[in-house]
Each structure stands twice: as C-alpha cells, then as structure tokens.
Nanobody, 123 residues
Framework: EVQLVESGGGLVQAGGSLRLSCAASGFRFDDYAIGWFRQAPGKEREEVSC????????SYTDSVKGRFTVTSDNAKNTVYVQMNRLKPEDTAVYYCAALCSSNWYVGNTIDAWGQGTLGTVSS
C-alpha cells in the first residue's frame, strides 16, 4: 500500500522556521519524485517544490525561492522541506505527493497524497 505521511507543521511567528517531513512507503522511492504542495484557505492548491529522488534535481515556486529547501534521505524514504523566513502568506495545509506538476519532471508518478500538515505563520 502506498503511503505518504507528513509531519512537522505548527505555529510560528513571521520570520521563523519550520521543517516538514514526508515519510513514504509502499513504492520504490528512488524511482519517483516527491512534490510539496500547499493550500491556503480560499485558494487553489499550488506546488511549492519538487525533488526528483534519483538525481536530487529540485524546483521551487517563485514565492519560496531562497527561503525553502527540499532534501531527501533515501535511506529513510523521507523528504524534508526546510522553510525559513516564513511569512503570514505561507500559512497553509502542506501536502506531499508522489508526483510533481512541474513541467520539467517527466518520470514516474503515483497519484498518492499524504493527509496534510498545517503550518500557521502569525504576524
């Protein structure tokens, strides 16, 4: 069974940091990419970052470039996103998925999503 489990959300003040984790199981981790997505209240879901596990290629949406860093620990089948200099507009439910919507990623995908973790940034 394919599973993705996010953790690490919480409440932080503007300028602070959070590190989210996405633990994956049930599929060959190295053959896929992991996308981080977020959905804020009243807004559409957007892709925040993507990492190709095999070659560690990454991409970020413009609004988080220079503030967010995505990494993978292949031994633990886990992807992390370190989120620094957080802003109130980063407040959202963050999801990881075994797919990316970025055009550059043309590898394997599974339409499997985690349950989400809420990150709240207070002003």
């Amino acid at each position: 069974e394919v599973q993705l489990v996010e953790s690490g959300g919480g409440l932080v003040q503007a300028g602070g940091s959070l590190r989210l984790s996405c633990a994956a199981s049930g599929f060959r981790f190295d053959d896929y990419a992991i996308g981080w997505f977020r959905q804020a209240p009243g807004k559409e879901r957007e892709e925040v970052s993507c990492i190709s596990i095999s070659d560690r290629t990454t991409s970020y949406t413009d609004s988080v470039k220079g503030r967010f860093t995505v990494t993978s620990d292949n031994a633990k089948n886990t992807v992390y996103v370190q989120m620094n200099r957080l802003k109130p507009e980063d407040t959202a439910v963050y999801y990881c998925a075994a797919l990316c919507s970025s055009n550059w990623y043309v590898g394997n995908t599974i339409d499997a999503w985690g349950q989400g973790t809420l990150g709240t940034v207070s002003s």
